[in-house]
């Protein structure tokens, strides 16, 4: 099983730049998410998405946009990269929804640099 | 008062060891609670899934205190491949979907 897929795994910019990244799970999941992880910072939740069509901002969706236009995808997109956006970024997704959210499945990654 | 708050660590302790983690949460309203390991530079993966008074998964125990507002991880019998970043978050609605930090455990041989 393939779980969720993300791409691309690697990434370098240039600030002013924009790009998206893409992730796909079929599992059939209702949720998905996209978080950041930094040094020190944990993970912070950037989108959620309950269902195709509905979306939320997070802790931190400041220059970022999402789209999820079926139930299998859900693409993050940067529309332009700052220095401030380096990161890792994760896709991830459940069966939970509601308020027993919490991501079951994660993405291997997006590592992304902004020069 | 952070939302969820984790002891950093490092731990470090011999491998056969018993440790046991703290998580701290802010949100009463949260119904359920869940455990991750992260090996580095790799993705979290679900370790275990807490929605009452505890759970119990081979050496692993997480137990919940709700009016102390903490969920704990206790590992048995440590393994060297149990050497990673524990991270703990609780349930909640769209905004209220927080990380700790995580904790970092090391076993050593």
């Known amino acids: 099983n393939a779980g969720v897929t993300q791409t691309p795994k690697f990434q370098v910019l240039k600030t002013g730049q924009s790009m998206t990244l893409q992730c796909a799970q079929d599992?059939?999941?209702?949720?998905m998410y996209w978080y950041r992880q930094d040094p020190g910072m944990g993970l912070r939740l950037i989108y959620y998405s309950a269902s195709e069509g509905t979306t939320d901002k997070g802790e931190v969706p400041n220059g970022y946009n999402v789209s999820r236009l079926n139930k299998r995808e859900f693409s993050l997109r940067l529309e332009s990269a700052a220095p401030s956006q380096t990161s890792v970024y994760f896709c991830?997704?459940?069966?939970?929804?509601?308020?027993?959210?919490?991501?079951?499945?994660f993405g291997d990654g997006t590592r992304l640099s902004i020069l | 008062r952070k939302e969820v708050e984790q002891d950093p660590g490092p731990f470090n302790v011999p491998e056969g060891a018993t440790v046991a983690f703290n998580c701290t949460y802010s949100?009463?309203?949260?119904?359920?609670f869940f455990w991750y390991r992260q090996d580095c530079r790799k993705e979290p993966k679900l370790l275990m899934s807490?929605?009452?008074s505890g759970n119990e998964d081979g050496r692993f125990t997480a137990q919940l205190n709700r009016a102390s507002q903490y969920i704990s991880l206790l590992i048995r019998d440590s393994k060297l491949s149990d050497s990673a970043t524990y991270l703990c978050?609780?349930?909640?609605?769209?905004?209220?979907?927080?990380f700790g930090s995580g904790t970092q455990l090391t076993v050593l041989p």
């Open positions: 991830a997704s459940s069966a939970l929804t509601g308020i027993q959210n919490q991501p079951q499945h």
């Open positions: 807490v929605y009452s």
């Open positions: 949100n009463s309203a949260s119904q359920s």
């Open positions: 599992m059939n999941h209702n949720s």
């Open positions: 978050a609780p349930s909640g609605s769209a905004r209220q979907l927080t």
